[in-house]
């Protein structure tokens, strides 16, 4: 080949490679052209739920394209987890992390598919959130000592449900129990939502869940609150005391919510959703309603989230390894 005929051939490649990327940024600017899904790992009508619709709708203002919820409880999130980390990393999968299905269902599951941590970049922490200690209205327990003394005494015939294995309700029970020294039946459900209505029908005799699956319930006057799982009273229950007041000082659990996408998604693209996240999130009204079921706003660094669920997934682990759980 002449040298002349090298120089129009490098010359070709060097226009065709620089129309391909130019293309490929175009496409990435243009993000999103089609409506997104946000996978939540739960059913609908519990804590994690209501979080993921409230900021969707606001994440899907702000990109001009709609951020479609799709719930799936099944596996305790784990099915869920799994279908994001499979989904193309183009932008158009979101998936709403949180404790369970992030940092415990590696340690708690035997046959979990993909290990979170690496399979996912993560966008932001959206809120985090104490839980709370219930029981239904009919309930004889006016007091998480009472609840807790009544469980001590009889061992394995108290039975709590949550919003799946692995769940934020299912491990702060664990916690709880492994604090106070109790032994209670764990039935778990597909999100916080079913597990209440068994709560209120008399098929369960307690639940620790989140405060936005419960709120209406505890307004309505259909379950009684014990007990908030932080270390201090939540502003929405100033007249619950926290479990460390009630007898149990070094006891500690919160709810935490975020959004990642799968490995390898485009920086810009990444950005442009986290930066429409954390915009919704910041936003007055969002604020304001997030607090008012209970949560923190939050909105932090990709890194400092990624910190947060590595030092979760440790503590987790301890607890699990101490619990001496394990689910098939």
């Known amino acids: 080949m002449t040298t002349t005929r090298r120089q129009f051939c490098t010359l070709m490649a060097s226009l065709a490679a620089g129309t391909c990327l130019s293309e490929a940024a175009a496409a990435q600017a243009v993000f999103p052209e089609r409506p997104m899904r946000l996978l939540v790992p739960y059913a609908a009508g519990g804590g994690t739920d209501a979080i993921a619709r409230l900021v969707a709708q606001g994440v899907g203002e702000r990109l001009g394209q709609s951020l479609v919820v799709e719930n799936n409880g099944s596996a305790g999130g784990n099915l869920a987890t799994a279908q994001a980390a499979s989904s193309p990393a183009d932008g158009y999968t979101v998936l709403m992390a949180n404790q369970g299905p992030m940092v415990v269902n590696p340690h708690l599951f035997k046959n979990v598919r ?26 004889p327990h006016k007091s998480l000592a009472e609840l807790v003394g009544q469980a001590q005494k009889n061992p394995g015939k108290l039975t709590y449900g949550s919003a799946g294995n692995g769940s934020a309700s299912h491990l702060a029970t664990v916690l709880l129990a492994q604090t106070t020294q109790f032994n209670a039946v764990h039935v778990p459900y597909r999100g916080a939502g079913p597990a209440l209505t068994d709560l209120l029908a008399g098929n369960s005799d307690f639940m620790v869940t989140t405060v936005p699956s419960v709120l209406g319930l505890i307004e309505g006057g259909k379950v009684r609150a014990l007990a908030v799982t932080g270390k201090a009273r939540a502003k929405l229950f100033p007249e619950v005391p926290s479990v460390a007041e009630s007898g149990w000082p070094n006891y500690e659990a919160t709810a935490w919510y975020g959004f990642v996408v799968p490995k390898g998604t485009p920086k810009e693209v990444a950005a442009r959703l986290r930066n429409a996240t954390v915009e919704t999130i910041n936003s007055a009204l969002i604020r304001e309603r997030l607090q008012n079921e209970g949560a923190e706003p939050i909105g932090n660094a990709p890194e400092e989230f990624a910190a947060m669920m590595e030092a979760e997934s440790r503590r987790w682990a301890s607890i699990i390894r101490e619990a001496r759980l394990a689910i098939n």
């Open 114 to 139: 993909v290990d979170p941590l690496s399979a996912f970049d993560p966008l932001t922490l959206i809120s985090a959130a104490p839980l709370v200690v219930v029981v239904a209205a009919a309930s």
